[in-house]
């Protein structure tokens, strides 16, 4: 595999394609080509070869891809052949919502800790994860060997409790608060912001 360094917006394209590529495979197609990839997520079939080229041949003129082994290729290179574990801060509606989510378990990720500062939240348990008190953060996530957190508290607090989490270990952050975090380089963050999709889609309504 090519080690160099690969653009982040290619990278942040890669979990298209093996989004793709898994459903072929669990529809059972066995050969791909650039094209009908293309096709099916809605970018071209030039792009598609530009981007998997930083990473290698997959392919061969005039067959394609083999769909079984560019999926595995492709959770090589996101590193997806392992288990990654994940805390969540902040148990309210969404975090509560998350917790009982099954789809992270199915793509290989597993909450494993709960994080709550609110006294009445704290030793309950959502989807057999005992909540536990935000303060503890700093002991517990090295103790798991936690590098990510999904960050579900207020905007008001969130760049504080970011700034906790990084302390504690984390390394990557997918925030779902309607702000901006200001973290140290290396630090990965992730927005997810449904009104920020919403502002965006309204300009193409009448």
Do not use: C
């Amino acid at each position: 595999m090519i080690t160099r360094t690969v653009p982040d917006i290619v990278v942040g394209r890669l979990p298209r394609y093996l989004q793709a590529l898994e459903h072929m495979h669990r529809e059972g197609i066995k050969t791909t080509s650039s094209q009908e990839l293309g096709e099916a997520i809605g970018i071209s079939a030039a792009q598609i070869r530009k981007d998997l080229s930083q990473f290698g041949e997959f392919g061969k003129q005039g067959t394609g891809y083999s769909v079984a082994y560019l999926v595995e290729q492709l959770q090589m290179i996101l590193r997806l052949n392992r288990v990654w574990d994940l805390a969540l801060v902040g148990m309210g509606d969404l975090g509560n919502a998350l917790a009982r989510y099954q789809g992270f378990a199915e793509h290989g990720f597993r909450i494993t800790a709960a994080f709550d500062n609110d006294p009445e939240k704290i030793g309950k348990q959502v989807a057999g994860l005992v909540i536990q008190d935000s303060r503890e953060m700093k002991r517990i996530i090295p103790q798991l060997g936690i590098k990510i957190a999904m960050l579900t508290v207020p905007a008001a607090v969130a760049q504080t409790v970011a700034e906790e989490l990084v302390k504690a270990g984390i390394r990557a952050i997918l925030n779902y608060a309607p702000i901006s975090l200001n973290l140290p380089i290396g630090i990965h963050v992730e927005n997810i912001d449904p009104i920020i999709k919403l502002q965006h889609m309204t300009y193409y309504l009448e």
